[in-house]
């Protein structure tokens, strides 16, 4: 359930967040799965959006306990890295990062751009699936370094899959490919907070 705050006023927010996920939790018997992985994140300093708990009720029913999680969208790279400029893509369900060829349009069924939609330029992404997908062995690490904060996304990496299902995040192994992954790269140049090119900021939360 996403709560959109600027959906009919574009210019009301919730404590300087246009938008917020709730989420049931219904494969998470515990509730808790998720508000420890994100919480693990952030004391972590792994870029993640913040969590925590509400009683939802809807006309007056109950519905029951869901995690409300932030969006992951231009608010949160503000707040997040102090920068709002850069790409924001998310692939959902299906961003794999698998080669596709040097080609935009050939990823657009896979991920979204989310900031930037106007200007539309796709280089940056495909710029790092080429590394990703076509540096040689011998220069992999180096190479990706450049354009991929890799210490980032290994934490996250071991920590969500201790902490949460294999099918989650950009390991995922289920289904078509990993759900729920955001890429974000800071400005430009790829500069910005102390981050090289791309980070995956954990979990990006619905739409």
Same mark, same amino acid.
């Given at each position: 359930?996403?709560?959109?705050?600027?959906?009919?006023?574009?210019?009301?927010?919730?404590?300087? %967040?246009?938008?917020?996920?709730?989420? +049931?939790?219904?494969? *998470?018997?515990?509730? =808790?799965?998720? #508000? !420890?992985?994100?919480?693990?994140?952030?004391?972590?300093?792994?870029?993640?959006?913040?969590?925590?708990?509400?009683?939802?009720?809807?006309?007056?029913?109950?519905?029951?306990?869901?995690?409300?999680?932030?969006?992951?969208?231009?608010?949160?790279?503000?707040?997040?890295?102090?920068?709002?400029?850069?790409?924001?893509?998310?692939?959902?369900?299906?961003?794999?990062?698998?080669?596709?060829?040097?080609?935009?349009?050939?990823?657009?069924?896979?991920?979204? %751009?989310?900031?930037?939609?106007?200007? +539309?330029?796709?280089? *940056?992404?495909?710029? =790092?699936?080429? #590394? !990703?997908?076509?540096?040689?062995?011998?220069?992999?690490?180096?190479?990706?370094?450049?354009?991929?904060?890799?210490?980032?996304?290994?934490?996250?990496?071991?920590?969500?899959?201790?902490?949460?299902?294999?099918?989650?995040?950009?390991?995922?192994?289920?289904?078509?490919?990993?759900?729920?992954?955001?890429?974000?790269?800071?400005?430009?140049?790829?500069?910005?907070?102390?981050?090289?090119?791309?980070?995956?900021?954990?979990?990006?939360?619905?739409?």
């Amino acid at each position: 359930m996403n709560l959109d705050f600027n959906n009919y006023i574009t210019t009301q927010d919730f404590e300087g %967040l246009n938008k917020l996920n709730l989420n +049931n939790c219904f494969k *998470d018997p515990t509730l =808790l799965r998720e #508000k !420890i992985f994100l919480e693990f994140c952030k004391r972590n300093d792994i870029p993640a959006p913040r969590c925590t708990f509400a009683k939802v009720y809807i006309n007056g029913e109950y519905w029951g306990l869901y995690s409300v999680v932030e969006q992951v969208n231009k608010s949160f790279c503000e707040i997040q890295f102090g920068d709002k400029s850069g790409n924001l893509f998310k692939g959902d369900p299906q961003g794999s990062l698998v080669w596709k060829g040097s080609s935009a349009v050939n990823y657009y069924n896979d991920y979204e %751009l989310k900031t930037n939609e106007t200007v +539309n330029d796709w280089s *940056d992404l495909v710029h =790092l699936i080429d #590394k !990703i997908n076509n540096s040689t062995s011998g220069d992999f690490i180096d190479s990706l370094a450049d354009v991929f904060d890799t210490q980032n996304y290994l934490y996250s990496w071991a920590t969500c899959s201790t902490v949460l299902s294999s099918s989650e995040g950009l390991a995922g192994i289920q289904g078509p490919g990993p759900a729920r992954t955001a890429l974000f790269r800071q400005g430009s140049d790829g500069a910005g907070s102390g981050l090289p090119g791309f980070c995956a900021p954990g979990r990006s939360g619905d739409g």
